[in-house]
């Protein structure tokens, strides 16, 4: 199913993030801010490197929130968190009942992925995972440098970018990636990297 | 020793809060940020609670990070982390060499605070680590509702009081408190409390 969403300026925004992988337990991080400004709640989950539990997890952790009721979407730092662990993007929806839209630095390259997925168990399952989250769309953030690309599920494409945009305001990075990233690398590693 | 600051409108703060009392490890946030409004880091380090080792651990977390150049003055939610582990403003300044400003939501009570160190080793010892922290001084940090209560080291209060103001951009606690408090709850809770 596909929604319309009015982009308001204030729009309550979660992005997802994982830390670094320093354990078989990986700590994801939820940041929700409001029109990609202001902070107002931090969420925690832990999943397990590479298995099967992100899409579950990622959904308790949303649903469970006070702020459920506020969140009008859901951003992910790419679409596989904890090594290999992969979210099903239309579970995730279907769980949740909020747009999805995974945000990615770069074009994904699938045949290196289906390399690296060859050490794990059931490559196929988990390349098939990846490859139904849909089409990538490029969006330019910011006015020079670079672009970003994006995945959405539950909400039209232009909205999505829209919405993307709107939030991408000290970088080309989405605040809400970009505060879930710098918590979740300086809580585990004591100060944060400065790449989302 | 006092010094002026001159105050930018981008001026870094780091706003230092601890966790929820959950094990004898407390777990030490910092929110590292950019005119109150931008945040640009996260640091993290562990006291013991109870303990006598807070401000050595939170200059060494502040000395070793990377933003410590840019760093303009250290703010505390309140004086005591970890239970009653109490922060030294003077070494902590001698060490960092950075103005240190206290922040406190109520007046403390004195009378409440000296009958809770009973139950502690040295109560006198933290009684006077908490006296000798200087002056309280009353902050109207929005136009109406309740002022809050500072206390500094190495900067003068007038200047103290305009960083506490300049910062204090979503509510009458200053940003780099806020968003430690909201961090450092989430992260141990699972989801962050309102209350700085």
Same mark, same amino acid.
């Given at each position: ?27 994801? =991080? ?56 992969? =979210? ?13 839209? =995974? ?21 196929? %399952? ?12 490029? =969006?330019?953030?910011?006015?020079? %440098? ?7 599920? %539950? ?30 690398? %300086? ?10």
């Amino acid at each position: 199913m596909v929604k319309e969403t009015h982009i308001k300026p204030e729009i309550r925004v979660l992005g997802i993030d994982d830390s670094p992988l320093v354990s078989d337990k990986i700590m994801i =991080v939820g940041a929700i801010m409001r029109g990609g400004e202001w902070l107002e709640g931090v969420l925690r989950t832990d999943i397990t490197r590479d298995g099967f539990d992100a899409t579950v997890r990622l959904s308790e952790m949303i649903c469970g929130s006070k702020h459920y009721g506020q969140i009008r979407a859901v951003m992910l730092n790419g679409i596989t968190f904890g090594g290999f662990n992969i =979210v099903d993007l239309r579970e995730l929806y279907e769980r949740t009942r909020l747009p999805v839209i =995974v945000i990615m630095r770069e074009m994904p390259d699938m045949e290196k992925i289906k390399e690296a997925l060859k050490n794990l168990s059931d490559p196929e %399952g988990r390349y098939e995972m990846i490859t139904r989250a849909g089409n990538i769309i490029k =969006v330019q953030t910011i006015k020079r %440098g670079k672009p970003i690309f994006i995945q959405a599920y %539950g909400i039209e494409a232009q909205d999505a970018a829209n919405i993307v945009q709107a939030t991408s305001i000290h970088s080309r990075i989405p605040e809400p990636i970009r505060v879930a990233h710098i918590i979740a690398t %300086g809580v585990i590693l004591g100060e944060s990297k400065k790449r989302a």
